[in-house]
């Protein structure tokens, strides 16, 4: 077998559908298989996906063992010959899975590949691409001053801000969002650390595979979704488990004496999050779910089902039906349009990707596959508060 997908599910059953369509469609030429690990989750996921997708291998565990073992269960029953962890809030396009395989074949040191993530908004993800962290460069980013000097090699140096975000670099640390790798070089080193309960875990493989030999990529022609911490609360078991995870990597890898400046820049980082989601909490009440309006874009199937949906949560819509796989946004009055849902199916994901990219945060972009049971979105859109549509 070519490819194994290992995607870690908690909570997230709307994202995983949608997400798994997706990845059926870019596996359409590749012998692969998809391994779902979910971690007791308690939204009735289990039911859900397997009803709807009964070819994929689903695995339910009795409790929450966090990211890495899961992801460790699934890299113990994968076949094929490249692993692909993927996060379940993702949307990938047609092409991304097939040009990533084809990147690791032509490049026999390359040990790992990642690709150029936007939120669901359009925005640039700088986890995309990372160094290895360090006190200075925890330093610039805590005082700010990394967002002044976005693109300096020096000031913006963990978020690699000098590299340009569309071309194919050598990188040091790619997402576990998306981490495309050979299964021979992650048995070898035993897949993600378990020390690790979430967060942290990819920077540490990262570092595993250059030290075994070998170089990572990142892909900046290669566009994904995706939403980003839909699992995860920006809480303080957030704070706790992103900062306590680069105290371990810390440990865990850097000398005594760097190690401390770095924990004490880390600690601050910490402090420093915590204040702002306080703040943010404070300052954004919830807002009530009203009735909206959206456009539909697609072909006529696939609006019929999306409309099913909205009607059944009170929301009204428009319709625009594309015969073809792209979007054409003279078709759509963008100046009265705020909630743009791409009904897929002809229509083709790359092309709406590359739609969300061109048109960052002037839309609320919505996703459907063509009859699945839920529409989804940015949680932080701007246009209208965070609902999951379904039936």
């Known amino acids: 077998m070519q490819l194994s997908i290992i995607i870690v599910s908690y909570n997230v059953r709307y994202y995983l559908e949608q997400c798994l369509h997706s990845v059926l469609v870019a596996c359409k030429n590749i012998e692969a298989e998809i391994i779902v690990v979910d971690n007791n989750s308690e939204d009735k996921t289990a039911e859900y996906i397997q009803l709807k997708f009964p070819a994929i291998i689903f695995i339910g565990q009795l409790n929450n063992s966090g990211f890495a073992k899961a992801n460790n269960i699934g890299l113990n029953i994968a076949k094929g010959e490249f692993i692909l962890y993927l996060n379940p809030d993702t949307i990938?396009?047609?092409?991304?899975?097939a040009n990533g395989i084809s990147f690791l074949n032509e490049h026999k040191q390359a040990g790992a590949v990642g690709v150029n993530m936007i939120d669901g908004n359009g925005n640039f993800l700088p986890e995309s691409k990372r160094a290895f962290p360090s006190a200075a460069a925890s330093f610039w980013k805590l005082t700010g001053i990394?967002?002044?000097f976005p693109h300096s090699s020096i000031f913006n140096k963990?978020?690699?801000?000098?590299?340009?975000?569309?071309?194919?670099?050598?990188v040091d640390v790619l997402s576990g969002?998306?981490?495309l790798s050979r299964k021979e070089i992650l048995k070898k080193l035993n897949g993600f650390d378990k020390d690790f309960f979430m967060y942290g875990e990819d920077i540490d493989l990262s570092y595993r595979i250059q030290k075994a030999g070998y170089k990572n990529y990142y892909l900046g022609n290669n566009l994904i979704i995706h939403f980003k911490g839909e699992s995860t609360k920006k809480d303080k078991v957030f704070v706790k488990n992103f900062y306590g995870a680069m105290k371990i990597f810390v440990d865990k890898h850097y000398k005594k004496f760097s190690a401390l400046f770095l924990k004490i820049a880390i600690s601050?980082?910490?402090f420093v999050s915590e204040v702002r989601n306080k703040s943010k909490q404070s300052s954004n009440p919830t807002k009530k779910n009203e009735r909206t309006s959206f456009v539909l874009c697609g072909d006529e199937d696939a609006i019929k089902s999306a409309a099913a949906i909205l009607l059944?949560?009170?929301?009204?819509y428009n319709s625009v039906v594309i015969n073809n796989s792209s979007i054409n946004p003279e078709l759509i009055n963008l100046s009265s349009a705020s909630n743009i849902v791409f009904c897929l199916y002809h229509l083709t994901y790359s092309n709406c990707i590359q739609f969300v990219q061109n048109n960052k945060n002037k839309f609320a972009c919505y996703w459907h596959f063509k009859d699945s049971g839920s529409i989804i979105s940015?949680?932080?859109?701007s246009a209208i508060p965070q609902i999951h549509f379904s039936i």
């Open 92 to 97: 990938v396009s047609e092409n991304v899975l």
């Open 146 to 148: 990394a967002k002044l």
């Open 158 to 170: 963990y978020a690699l801000g000098n590299l340009n975000e569309s071309k194919v670099h050598e």
């Open 177 to 179: 969002a998306f981490f």
């Open 268 to 270: 601050g980082g910490a």
């Open 312 to 316: 059944a949560n009170n929301h009204s």
């Open 378 to 381: 940015a949680s932080n859109s």
